[in-house]
């Protein structure tokens, strides 16, 4: 059962690890030290729930509804193109220290509220867990099925709560506002460049 625990684990991360929305938040609210273990959780808890959908039988559910995934899709392009939008204001304005100094000022529902929209508004995370690591974990019997979901949401939280406390840790290196600028600029961009292959995706562009 080591082996499907570990088969699950790598799964799991090779799916998290590339820079998405849903990790470029997490970085933002470690640096800014905003709420950043209650969002890892929160993270993790949705990973969870998405994994453990996916590998019990909702990628059928998923492949049954392609409305429903269109949906989702535009819903996701929305939304990345308005926090695209924030990223790229604060990048380039003229105070970044204040623009982020305003964005701290955020109410803890608004940024719980943005976190969820980031997480299941992005149709890239129904695809990682409903097809990829559904279709891999449904294909088990049901005692190996538990390991592997167990290995793929262990990779979840483990990354999510390190990121997040990796990005406070530096934070002070972190949040001048020549990095600052960077930062929100690569954000900007992932953001950007997601929603335009979403849209690519949709048969718009």
Same mark, same amino acid.
């Given at each position: 059962?080591? $082996?499907?625990?570990?088969?699950?684990?790598?799964?799991?991360?090779?799916?998290?690890?590339?820079? !998405?929305?849903?990790? $470029?938040?997490?970085?933002?609210?470690?640096? @800014? @030290?905003?709420?950043?273990?209650?969002?890892?959780?929160?993270?993790?808890?949705?990973?969870? $729930?998405? #994994?453990?959908?996916?590998?019990?039988?909702?990628?059928?559910?998923?492949?049954?509804?392609?409305?429903?995934?269109?949906?989702?899709?535009?819903?996701?392009?929305?939304?990345?193109?308005?926090?695209?939008?924030?990223?790229? @204001?604060? $990048?380039?304005?003229?105070?970044?220290?204040?623009?982020q100094a305003e964005v701290a000022k955020q109410s803890r529902w608004k940024i719980v509220v943005s976190m969820l929209a980031v997480t299941w508004?992005?149709?890239?995370?129904?695809?990682?867990?409903?097809?990829?690591?559904?279709?891999? !974990?449904?294909s088990l019997n049901a005692d190996e099925r538990s390991w592997f979901a167990l290995g793929a949401v262990s990779a979840s939280v483990i990354w999510?709560?390190?990121?997040?406390?990796?990005?406070?840790?530096?934070?002070?290196?972190?949040?001048?506002?020549?990095?600052? @600028?960077?930062?929100?600029?690569?954000?900007?961009? #992932?953001?950007?460049?997601?929603?335009?292959?979403?849209?690519?995706?949709? !048969?718009?562009?």
């Amino acid at each position: 059962m080591l $082996a499907i625990f570990l088969q699950g684990l790598a799964m799991s991360a090779a799916m998290i690890l590339p820079i !998405g929305p849903q990790n $470029a938040f997490v970085m933002n609210q470690g640096i @800014r @030290r905003q709420y950043h273990l209650m969002i890892a959780g929160l993270c993790a808890l949705s990973d969870i $729930a998405l #994994i453990c959908g996916g590998i019990f039988g909702g990628s059928a559910l998923l492949s049954k509804s392609p409305l429903l995934l269109l949906l989702v899709s535009w819903g996701g392009v929305a939304f990345l193109l308005w926090y695209g939008w924030g990223a790229f @204001r604060t $990048a380039f304005s003229k105070n970044p220290e204040l623009a982020q100094a305003e964005v701290a000022k955020q109410s803890r529902w608004k940024i719980v509220v943005s976190m969820l929209a980031v997480t299941w508004l992005n149709p890239h995370v129904y695809l990682d867990t409903f097809v990829v690591l559904g279709s891999l !974990g449904g294909s088990l019997n049901a005692d190996e099925r538990s390991w592997f979901a167990l290995g793929a949401v262990s990779a979840s939280v483990i990354w999510f709560f390190g990121l997040a406390i990796l990005a406070a840790m530096l934070a002070p290196w972190l949040n001048t506002g020549k990095v600052q @600028r960077v930062i929100n600029f690569i954000v900007g961009t #992932i953001m950007w460049g997601i929603a335009i292959q979403l849209a690519r995706q949709t !048969g718009v562009l």
